[in-house]
Protein backbone atom coordinates (compact mmCIF):
# COMPACT_ATOMS: atom_id res chain seq x y z
CA UNK A 1 0.00 0.00 0.00
CA UNK A 2 1.30 3.41 -1.16
CA UNK A 3 2.09 6.04 1.55
CA UNK A 4 1.06 8.50 -0.02
CA UNK A 5 1.89 10.37 -4.00
CA UNK A 6 4.77 13.06 -4.21
CA UNK A 7 5.88 14.82 -6.88
CA UNK A 8 9.76 15.86 -6.55
CA UNK A 9 11.27 18.70 -9.18
CA UNK A 10 14.97 18.99 -9.22
CA UNK A 11 16.52 19.83 -12.66
CA UNK A 12 19.59 17.59 -11.93
CA UNK A 13 18.86 13.87 -12.83
CA UNK A 14 21.47 12.46 -10.36
CA UNK A 15 19.46 14.40 -7.69
CA UNK A 16 16.42 13.19 -8.86
CA UNK A 17 16.95 9.57 -9.06
CA UNK A 18 18.89 9.79 -5.41
CA UNK A 19 15.92 11.10 -3.59
CA UNK A 20 13.43 9.59 -5.76
CA UNK A 21 14.96 5.82 -4.93
CA UNK A 22 14.71 7.00 -0.79
CA UNK A 23 11.08 8.12 -1.09
CA UNK A 24 10.03 5.31 -2.85
CA UNK A 25 12.10 2.75 -0.70
CA UNK A 26 9.83 4.24 2.02
CA UNK A 27 6.42 4.07 0.17
CA UNK A 28 5.85 6.85 -1.47
CA UNK A 29 4.53 7.30 -5.21
CA UNK A 30 6.73 8.91 -6.50
CA UNK A 31 6.49 11.43 -9.95
CA UNK A 32 10.15 13.12 -10.98
CA UNK A 33 10.21 15.79 -12.79
CA UNK A 34 13.12 18.65 -14.21
CA UNK A 35 10.80 22.05 -14.11
CA UNK A 36 8.55 23.92 -12.66
CA UNK A 37 6.84 23.84 -15.55
CA UNK A 38 6.04 20.54 -15.90
CA UNK A 39 5.25 20.35 -11.82
CA UNK A 40 2.50 22.91 -12.57
CA UNK A 41 0.73 20.77 -15.65
CA UNK A 42 1.16 17.76 -12.87
CA UNK A 43 -0.84 18.94 -9.92
CA UNK A 44 -3.68 20.74 -9.65
CA UNK A 45 -5.76 21.46 -6.33
CA UNK A 46 -6.93 17.97 -5.42
CA UNK A 47 -3.92 16.80 -5.54
CA UNK A 48 -3.89 14.44 -2.44
CA UNK A 49 -0.14 14.52 -1.64
CA UNK A 50 2.88 16.97 -0.96
CA UNK A 51 5.57 18.47 -3.52
CA UNK A 52 9.20 18.73 -3.10
CA UNK A 53 11.09 20.81 -5.33
CA UNK A 54 14.47 22.37 -5.26
CA UNK A 55 15.11 26.71 -4.63
CA UNK A 56 17.64 26.97 -7.72
CA UNK A 57 16.46 25.79 -11.23
CA UNK A 58 16.48 27.68 -14.30
CA UNK A 59 13.65 29.39 -15.92
CA UNK A 60 11.04 29.16 -12.99
CA UNK A 61 13.04 28.77 -10.00
CA UNK A 62 11.04 26.52 -6.99
CA UNK A 63 10.11 29.60 -4.95
CA UNK A 64 7.84 30.63 -8.09
CA UNK A 65 6.50 27.36 -8.15
CA UNK A 66 5.69 27.10 -4.18
CA UNK A 67 3.90 31.02 -4.99
CA UNK A 68 2.11 29.81 -8.19
CA UNK A 69 0.96 26.57 -5.81
CA UNK A 70 0.00 28.30 -3.19
CA UNK A 71 -2.46 30.33 -5.25
CA UNK A 72 -3.97 27.33 -6.31
CA UNK A 73 -4.23 25.84 -2.98
CA UNK A 74 -2.52 27.59 0.00
CA UNK A 75 -3.10 23.89 1.70
CA UNK A 76 -1.26 22.36 -0.05
CA UNK A 77 1.98 20.88 1.39
CA UNK A 78 5.37 22.61 -0.47
CA UNK A 79 8.88 21.35 0.80
CA UNK A 80 12.00 23.25 -0.10
CA UNK A 81 15.06 22.47 -0.60
CA UNK A 82 17.71 24.84 -0.05
CA UNK A 83 21.71 25.50 -0.74
CA UNK A 84 23.57 27.35 2.44
CA UNK A 85 22.89 30.12 0.58
CA UNK A 86 19.17 29.97 0.32
CA UNK A 87 18.32 29.30 3.93
CA UNK A 88 17.49 32.67 4.54
CA UNK A 89 15.00 32.60 1.51
CA UNK A 90 13.48 29.29 2.39
CA UNK A 91 12.65 30.44 6.28
CA UNK A 92 10.79 33.50 4.32
CA UNK A 93 8.69 31.36 2.41
CA UNK A 94 7.83 29.18 5.37
CA UNK A 95 6.64 32.58 6.51
CA UNK A 96 4.77 32.37 3.85
CA UNK A 97 3.43 28.81 4.18
CA UNK A 98 5.95 26.70 2.81
CA UNK A 99 5.64 23.74 4.80
CA UNK A 100 9.19 22.68 5.59
CA UNK A 101 12.80 23.25 4.11
CA UNK A 102 15.53 20.83 3.88
CA UNK A 103 19.22 21.84 3.67
CA UNK A 104 22.02 20.59 1.89
CA UNK A 105 23.59 18.21 2.56
CA UNK A 106 20.49 16.17 3.88
CA UNK A 107 20.11 12.39 5.00
CA UNK A 108 17.55 10.54 3.29
CA UNK A 109 15.44 10.05 7.04
CA UNK A 110 14.75 13.94 6.96
CA UNK A 111 13.36 14.52 4.07
CA UNK A 112 11.41 10.92 4.02
CA UNK A 113 10.10 12.25 7.63
CA UNK A 114 9.34 15.47 6.41
CA UNK A 115 7.01 14.04 3.46
CA UNK A 116 5.41 11.73 5.76
CA UNK A 117 4.54 14.52 7.52
CA UNK A 118 3.30 16.65 4.79
CA UNK A 119 1.63 13.87 3.33
CA UNK A 120 -0.42 12.95 6.12
CA UNK A 121 -1.80 16.44 6.60
CA UNK A 122 -2.27 16.28 3.28
CA UNK A 123 -4.75 13.72 3.74
CA UNK A 124 -6.80 15.16 6.55
CA UNK A 125 -7.20 18.53 4.45
CA UNK A 126 -8.77 16.15 1.66
CA UNK A 127 -10.63 14.50 4.18
CA UNK A 128 -12.44 17.45 5.88
CA UNK A 129 -12.86 18.63 2.15
CA UNK A 130 -14.81 15.86 1.22
CA UNK A 131 -16.71 15.91 4.13
CA UNK A 132 -17.44 19.75 3.90
CA UNK A 133 -18.78 19.26 0.07
CA UNK A 134 -20.82 16.00 1.71
CA UNK A 135 -22.40 18.61 3.81
CA UNK A 136 -23.23 21.31 1.02
CA UNK A 137 -24.29 18.79 -1.02
CA UNK A 138 -26.52 17.08 1.19
CA UNK A 139 -30.87 18.21 1.08
CA UNK A 140 -31.84 17.59 4.66
CA UNK A 141 -29.15 18.05 7.69
CA UNK A 142 -31.51 16.43 9.40
CA UNK A 143 -30.84 13.21 7.83
CA UNK A 144 -26.85 14.00 6.96
CA UNK A 145 -25.25 10.05 6.20
CA UNK A 146 -24.85 8.47 2.96
CA UNK A 147 -24.88 4.49 4.83
CA UNK A 148 -27.85 2.30 3.76
CA UNK A 149 -29.44 2.52 6.77
CA UNK A 150 -29.74 6.22 6.28
CA UNK A 151 -30.96 6.27 2.81
CA UNK A 152 -33.64 3.32 3.93
CA UNK A 153 -34.65 5.51 6.97
CA UNK A 154 -34.87 9.10 4.61
CA UNK A 155 -36.77 6.76 1.56
CA UNK A 156 -39.05 5.46 4.66
CA UNK A 157 -39.92 8.70 6.18
CA UNK A 158 -40.69 10.57 2.86
CA UNK A 159 -42.77 7.81 2.26
CA UNK A 160 -45.01 8.10 5.08
CA UNK A 161 -44.77 11.60 5.83
CA UNK A 162 -47.41 12.73 3.62
CA UNK A 163 -49.93 8.87 4.25
CA UNK A 164 -50.73 10.86 6.85
CA UNK A 165 -51.26 7.44 9.55
CA UNK A 166 -50.01 7.88 13.13
CA UNK A 167 -46.21 6.78 13.70
CA UNK A 168 -44.46 5.06 16.31
CA UNK A 169 -40.86 6.79 16.35
CA UNK A 170 -38.22 3.33 17.89
CA UNK A 171 -34.64 5.31 18.57
CA UNK A 172 -32.12 4.79 21.36
CA UNK A 173 -31.39 7.86 23.86
CA UNK A 174 -30.18 10.80 21.55
CA UNK A 175 -30.61 9.22 17.69
CA UNK A 176 -33.02 11.74 16.82
CA UNK A 177 -36.36 10.88 17.19
CA UNK A 178 -37.57 14.81 17.38
CA UNK A 179 -35.42 15.40 14.04
CA UNK A 180 -37.92 12.22 12.47
CA UNK A 181 -40.79 13.52 13.92
CA UNK A 182 -39.64 17.40 12.53
CA UNK A 183 -39.55 15.78 9.18
CA UNK A 184 -42.72 13.79 9.02
CA UNK A 185 -44.45 16.93 9.83
CA UNK A 186 -42.30 19.32 7.73
CA UNK A 187 -42.86 16.88 4.54
CA UNK A 188 -46.65 16.54 5.22
CA UNK A 189 -49.72 18.47 3.81
CA UNK A 190 -49.70 19.43 7.70
CA UNK A 191 -46.96 21.83 7.40
CA UNK A 192 -48.75 24.93 7.79
CA UNK A 193 -50.67 23.96 11.12
CA UNK A 194 -48.89 23.41 14.42
CA UNK A 195 -46.16 20.66 15.58
CA UNK A 196 -47.01 20.36 19.10
CA UNK A 197 -44.44 18.03 21.41
CA UNK A 198 -45.04 16.84 24.30
CA UNK A 199 -42.35 14.99 26.67
CA UNK A 200 -44.35 12.64 28.64
CA UNK A 201 -41.23 12.00 31.12
CA UNK A 202 -40.83 15.56 31.84
CA UNK A 203 -43.99 16.61 33.44
CA UNK A 204 -45.19 15.44 36.55
CA UNK A 205 -47.98 12.74 36.68
CA UNK A 206 -50.45 15.76 38.01
CA UNK A 207 -50.40 17.94 35.65
CA UNK A 208 -49.97 15.99 32.53
CA UNK A 209 -53.46 14.95 31.85
CA UNK A 210 -54.77 19.21 32.05
CA UNK A 211 -51.54 19.64 29.32
CA UNK A 212 -52.84 17.06 26.89
CA UNK A 213 -56.36 17.29 27.61
CA UNK A 214 -57.19 20.91 28.94
CA UNK A 215 -59.41 22.08 30.83
CA UNK A 216 -62.66 24.58 31.75
CA UNK A 217 -62.36 26.98 34.09
CA UNK A 218 -63.26 25.58 37.49
CA UNK A 219 -62.50 21.97 36.86
CA UNK A 220 -59.96 21.68 39.39
CA UNK A 221 -58.91 23.70 42.24
CA UNK A 222 -56.69 26.77 40.81
CA UNK A 223 -58.70 26.26 36.96
CA UNK A 224 -58.95 29.71 37.20
CA UNK A 225 -59.40 30.12 33.38
CA UNK A 226 -60.06 27.61 30.01
CA UNK A 227 -57.05 25.59 29.37
CA UNK A 228 -56.44 24.53 25.52
CA UNK A 229 -54.49 21.15 25.89
CA UNK A 230 -51.49 20.25 23.51
CA UNK A 231 -53.94 17.52 21.38
CA UNK A 232 -56.44 20.17 20.76
CA UNK A 233 -53.93 22.58 20.06
CA UNK A 234 -52.63 20.04 17.67
CA UNK A 235 -55.74 20.25 15.78
CA UNK A 236 -54.90 20.39 12.07
CA UNK A 237 -51.02 19.93 12.27
CA UNK A 238 -49.34 16.71 14.19
CA UNK A 239 -49.21 16.02 17.89
CA UNK A 240 -45.32 14.59 19.14
CA UNK A 241 -45.57 12.55 22.10
CA UNK A 242 -42.07 11.83 22.94
CA UNK A 243 -40.67 8.90 25.65
CA UNK A 244 -44.44 7.77 25.45
CA UNK A 245 -43.20 4.80 27.61
CA UNK A 246 -43.69 7.08 30.22
CA UNK A 247 -47.39 8.09 30.43
CA UNK A 248 -49.37 6.95 33.13
CA UNK A 249 -51.42 4.20 32.67
CA UNK A 250 -54.75 6.12 33.45
CA UNK A 251 -54.15 8.25 30.62
CA UNK A 252 -52.89 5.87 28.06
CA UNK A 253 -56.97 4.74 28.11
CA UNK A 254 -57.91 8.27 27.25
CA UNK A 255 -55.36 8.65 24.81
CA UNK A 256 -55.88 5.15 23.21
CA UNK A 257 -59.82 6.97 23.05
CA UNK A 258 -58.29 10.10 21.57
CA UNK A 259 -56.84 7.68 18.90
CA UNK A 260 -59.44 5.64 17.96
CA UNK A 261 -62.60 8.73 18.11
CA UNK A 262 -60.03 11.45 17.02
CA UNK A 263 -61.90 13.99 19.52
CA UNK A 264 -61.16 15.14 23.32
CA UNK A 265 -62.83 15.75 26.20
CA UNK A 266 -61.13 18.08 28.18
CA UNK A 267 -61.40 17.88 31.93
CA UNK A 268 -64.56 19.75 33.38
CA UNK A 269 -66.88 19.42 30.55
CA UNK A 270 -68.71 16.54 28.60
CA UNK A 271 -67.90 17.99 25.27
CA UNK A 272 -66.09 16.17 22.55
CA UNK A 273 -64.19 18.11 20.54
CA UNK A 274 -63.88 16.73 16.88
CA UNK A 275 -60.08 16.47 15.81
CA UNK A 276 -57.92 16.13 12.07
CA UNK A 277 -54.96 15.37 13.90
CA UNK A 278 -51.40 13.10 13.15
CA UNK A 279 -49.94 11.44 16.12
CA UNK A 280 -46.02 10.72 15.99
CA UNK A 281 -44.75 9.10 19.41
CA UNK A 282 -41.31 7.82 20.21
CA UNK A 283 -39.78 5.70 22.46
CA UNK A 284 -35.94 4.42 23.47
CA UNK A 285 -38.05 0.93 24.69
CA UNK A 286 -39.59 -2.40 23.03
CA UNK A 287 -43.15 -1.03 23.81
CA UNK A 288 -44.12 -4.66 22.71
CA UNK A 289 -42.21 -6.22 25.19
CA UNK A 290 -43.30 -3.40 27.40
CA UNK A 291 -47.25 -4.61 26.35
CA UNK A 292 -46.44 -8.55 26.91
CA UNK A 293 -45.10 -7.00 30.80
CA UNK A 294 -47.99 -5.37 31.28
CA UNK A 295 -46.32 -2.12 31.39
CA UNK A 296 -47.95 -0.56 28.57
CA UNK A 297 -51.32 -1.29 27.17
CA UNK A 298 -51.32 -3.59 24.10
CA UNK A 299 -54.35 -2.17 22.49
CA UNK A 300 -52.31 1.64 22.44
CA UNK A 301 -49.63 -0.09 21.28
CA UNK A 302 -50.57 -1.56 18.51
CA UNK A 303 -53.30 1.61 17.85
CA UNK A 304 -49.86 3.86 17.70
CA UNK A 305 -47.59 1.26 15.54
CA UNK A 306 -49.69 1.67 12.27
CA UNK A 307 -46.44 2.26 11.15
CA UNK A 308 -43.20 2.11 12.81
CA UNK A 309 -39.73 3.97 12.02
CA UNK A 310 -36.53 2.77 13.32
CA UNK A 311 -33.48 4.53 14.11
CA UNK A 312 -30.02 3.69 13.55
CA UNK A 313 -27.83 3.91 16.43
CA UNK A 314 -24.18 5.43 15.32
CA UNK A 315 -22.36 2.02 16.05
CA UNK A 316 -24.45 0.74 12.90
CA UNK A 317 -23.83 3.20 10.89
CA UNK A 318 -20.10 4.39 11.96
CA UNK A 319 -19.18 6.01 8.52
CA UNK A 320 -21.42 8.86 8.96
CA UNK A 321 -20.09 9.27 12.06
CA UNK A 322 -17.17 11.61 10.62
CA UNK A 323 -19.71 13.64 8.21
CA UNK A 324 -21.96 14.47 11.18
CA UNK A 325 -19.10 15.19 13.28
CA UNK A 326 -18.14 17.65 10.39
CA UNK A 327 -21.56 19.22 10.50
CA UNK A 328 -21.73 19.69 14.61
CA UNK A 329 -17.96 20.98 14.45
CA UNK A 330 -18.70 23.63 11.87
CA UNK A 331 -21.80 24.81 13.48
CA UNK A 332 -20.10 24.74 16.92
CA UNK A 333 -17.45 26.99 15.70
CA UNK A 334 -19.86 29.42 14.13
CA UNK A 335 -21.68 29.52 17.33
CA UNK A 336 -18.43 29.81 19.99
CA UNK A 337 -17.14 32.68 17.09
CA UNK A 338 -13.92 30.54 15.96
CA UNK A 339 -12.51 28.65 13.18
CA UNK A 340 -12.87 25.26 12.92
CA UNK A 341 -10.14 23.27 13.94
CA UNK A 342 -8.51 20.59 11.48
CA UNK A 343 -9.80 17.50 12.07
CA UNK A 344 -6.97 15.49 13.65
CA UNK A 345 -5.54 12.11 13.49
CA UNK A 346 -6.56 11.64 17.45
CA UNK A 347 -10.07 13.13 17.53
CA UNK A 348 -10.90 10.78 14.06
CA UNK A 349 -9.46 7.53 15.48
CA UNK A 350 -11.68 8.60 18.62
CA UNK A 351 -15.17 8.88 16.11
CA UNK A 352 -14.25 5.50 14.45
CA UNK A 353 -13.52 3.64 17.43
CA UNK A 354 -15.84 4.86 19.97
CA UNK A 355 -19.31 3.26 20.31
CA UNK A 356 -21.23 6.08 21.23
CA UNK A 357 -23.63 5.20 23.24
CA UNK A 358 -25.23 8.64 23.57
CA UNK A 359 -25.64 8.74 19.65
CA UNK A 360 -25.83 11.91 17.55
CA UNK A 361 -26.55 14.22 21.06
CA UNK A 362 -23.13 13.12 22.39
CA UNK A 363 -21.41 13.45 19.24
CA UNK A 364 -22.83 17.05 19.14
CA UNK A 365 -21.40 17.55 22.79
CA UNK A 366 -18.16 16.07 21.28
CA UNK A 367 -17.84 18.79 18.46
CA UNK A 368 -18.92 20.99 21.32
CA UNK A 369 -15.73 20.58 23.16
CA UNK A 370 -13.42 19.88 20.34
CA UNK A 371 -14.30 23.41 19.12
CA UNK A 372 -13.62 25.01 22.18
CA UNK A 373 -10.07 23.72 22.18
CA UNK A 374 -10.90 21.43 25.39
CA UNK A 375 -9.25 18.45 23.82
CA UNK A 376 -12.59 16.94 23.16
CA UNK A 377 -11.19 13.48 23.79
CA UNK A 378 -9.85 13.70 27.37
CA UNK A 379 -12.82 16.71 28.54
CA UNK A 380 -15.24 14.70 30.96
CA UNK A 381 -16.70 12.32 29.75
CA UNK A 382 -16.90 8.24 30.84
CA UNK A 383 -13.54 7.02 30.61
CA UNK A 384 -12.90 3.94 28.19
CA UNK A 385 -10.30 1.66 27.38
CA UNK A 386 -8.91 0.94 23.68
CA UNK A 387 -11.52 -1.64 22.20
CA UNK A 388 -9.28 -5.10 22.96
CA UNK A 389 -8.64 -7.10 19.12
CA UNK A 390 -11.61 -9.44 20.10
CA UNK A 391 -13.87 -6.64 20.53
CA UNK A 392 -13.46 -4.71 17.37
CA UNK A 393 -13.28 -8.45 15.41
CA UNK A 394 -16.62 -8.61 16.39
CA UNK A 395 -17.23 -4.86 15.58
CA UNK A 396 -16.05 -5.75 12.05
CA UNK A 397 -18.25 -8.70 12.28
CA UNK A 398 -21.30 -7.02 12.45
CA UNK A 399 -21.01 -4.42 10.17
CA UNK A 400 -20.22 -7.12 7.05
CA UNK A 401 -23.48 -8.49 8.53
CA UNK A 402 -25.39 -6.01 8.04
CA UNK A 403 -23.71 -4.44 4.94
CA UNK A 404 -24.46 -7.52 3.40
CA UNK A 405 -28.23 -8.06 4.60
CA UNK A 406 -28.52 -4.08 3.27
CA UNK A 407 -27.42 -5.15 -0.11
CA UNK A 408 -29.45 -8.00 -0.45
CA UNK A 409 -32.49 -6.13 1.05
CA UNK A 410 -33.12 -8.58 3.98
CA UNK A 411 -33.00 -11.55 2.09
CA UNK A 412 -31.57 -14.53 4.03
CA UNK A 413 -30.62 -17.31 1.92
CA UNK A 414 -28.89 -14.63 -0.63
CA UNK A 415 -27.12 -12.68 2.38
CA UNK A 416 -25.79 -16.73 3.83
CA UNK A 417 -24.86 -17.56 0.19
CA UNK A 418 -22.70 -14.72 -0.11
CA UNK A 419 -20.94 -14.31 3.02
CA UNK A 420 -20.36 -18.24 2.70
CA UNK A 421 -22.26 -19.33 5.89
CA UNK A 422 -24.61 -22.28 7.34
CA UNK A 423 -27.95 -20.73 7.74
CA UNK A 424 -27.78 -22.15 11.85
CA UNK A 425 -23.98 -19.93 11.93
CA UNK A 426 -25.82 -16.71 10.31
CA UNK A 427 -28.45 -16.58 12.78
CA UNK A 428 -26.38 -17.39 15.72
CA UNK A 429 -23.80 -14.28 14.73
CA UNK A 430 -27.33 -12.21 14.19
CA UNK A 431 -28.40 -13.16 17.96
CA UNK A 432 -25.16 -12.04 19.32
CA UNK A 433 -25.58 -9.18 17.21
CA UNK A 434 -28.54 -8.18 18.24
CA UNK A 435 -29.39 -7.63 14.29
CA UNK A 436 -33.04 -8.20 12.78
CA UNK A 437 -33.02 -8.95 8.88
CA UNK A 438 -36.14 -7.75 9.29
CA UNK A 439 -34.63 -4.18 9.74
CA UNK A 440 -33.46 -4.21 6.14
CA UNK A 441 -36.11 -6.02 3.93
CA UNK A 442 -38.48 -4.25 1.69
CA UNK A 443 -40.09 -1.78 4.04
CA UNK A 444 -37.68 -2.64 6.79
CA UNK A 445 -38.60 0.63 9.00
CA UNK A 446 -42.03 0.92 8.05
CA UNK A 447 -43.86 -2.34 8.98
CA UNK A 448 -47.72 -1.94 9.41
CA UNK A 449 -49.30 -4.00 12.31
CA UNK A 450 -51.06 -6.55 11.21
Given amino acids: MSAGQVVFVDDEAEIRHANVQSLELAGFEVTALDSARAALAAVDRDFPGAVVTDIRMPETDGLSLFGQLRERDPDLPVILITGHGDIAMAVGAMRDGAYDFLAKPYPAERLVDSVRRAVEKRRLVIENRGLRAALEAADDLAFLGDTPEMERLRD?????????????????????????????????????????????????????????FGHEAGAFTGAQKRRIGR??????????????????????????RVL????????????????????????????????????????????????????PPLRERRADIPLLFTHFLARAAERFRRDPPPLSEAVRRHLLDHDWPGNVRELAHFADRVALGLGGIDAPAPAETPASLPERV??????????????????????????????????????RHGIDPNDYRAEPIGRRAG
Wanted: charged share 30%; glycine share 6%.
Fill in 231 to 256: IEHADGGTLFLDEVESMPAALQVKLL
Fill in 260 to 311: EERAVEPLGTNERRPLDLRVVAATKTDLAAASQEGRFRADLYYRLNVVTLRI
Fill in 394 to 431: ERYEAALLREALAAHKGDVRATTEALGLPRKTFYDKLT
Fill in 156 to 212: AVRNVADADVDVLVLGETGSGKEVVAEALHRWSSRRSKPLVALNCGALPESVIESEL
